[in-house]
């Protein structure tokens, strides 16, 4: 078993540099994804409730397929489709696409599809009173959604984002797939190079646990501060 644990020093013989970094990748990776997919699921949601058929139907169509398809065969559509495109584009430069931000992109794209399904609930929610009473007010729409919107959307969105949040963190495991050196990515070297496959997967399994807990608690404290005048109100 001390041989075992020595597997996790940060010493030449030791993983523990190795799983760190990869951990480090993975948590990078889930945040930069985060701001991009909300956007653009924040985008989509005001598209599909637009009631304008030219945006409504191409908003829908996009969200379904990409809540449809393996989120697997999405990072590879991004990463190898995209490197196609660019080698025909521009056959004389040899240029390669980052994993990373194929990573970041196709996880964006399909935390998009399904958050955005939570914004439209959010914003379906809303009374239409908070709007009538914000154009009387002669507020303009940019201030609308920043002032009346958003912060009620937040406390509405809350926990199905929180839930979308901890589905994205274990999607970026996908990635290792495109040889992108996250957690599990240098799990699966630290396994294959020792033979140790159920003491690196508990290892990971730990890891994986801890983010999700603190991520939980992240969210917990967010959704009580966002409710905190509702329920006073109450």
Do not use: C
């Not at 926990?159 to 040889?179: E, F, H, Q, R």
């Amino acid at each position: 078993m001390v041989d075992l644990f020595r597997l996790l020093s940060f010493g030449p013989e030791g993983w523990g540099s190795q799983l760190l970094s990869g951990a480090w990748l993975t948590i990078r990776l889930a945040l930069t994804t985060l701001p991009f997919g909300m956007l653009l699921g924040l985008i989509l949601a005001y598209a599909i409730i637009s009631g304008r058929r030219l945006l409504a139907y191409p908003a829908t169509i996009f969200t379904t397929v990409f809540r449809a398809l393996p989120e697997l065969l999405t990072i590879f559509i991004m990463y190898y489709g995209a490197q196609m495109l660019l080698d025909a584009s521009l056959p004389d430069a040899h240029i390669e696409i980052s994993g990373f931000w194929s990573g970041v992109v196709a996880l964006g794209i399909v935390f998009a599809s399904f958050s955005s399904e939570v914004f439209v609930a959010g914003l379906r929610a809303l009374p239409k009173g908070q709007f009538e009473a914000a154009h009387a007010l002669g507020l303009r729409p940019f201030a609308t959604f920043f002032d009346v919107v958003l912060p009620q959307l937040i406390r509405l969105t809350l926990p199905g984002l929180g839930n979308l949040w901890l589905v994205l963190l274990k999607d970026t495991a996908l990635v290792s797939v495109i040889a992108l050196n996250d957690l599990m990515r240098q799990t699966s070297i630290a396994v294959s190079t020792t033979k140790q496959p159920l003491f690196f997967y508990a290892v990971v399994l730990v890891i994986y646990y801890l983010i999700s807990l603190s991520s939980g608690r992240v969210v917990a404290v967010l959704e009580s501060r966002a409710n905190r005048g509702f329920e006073a109100a109450r």
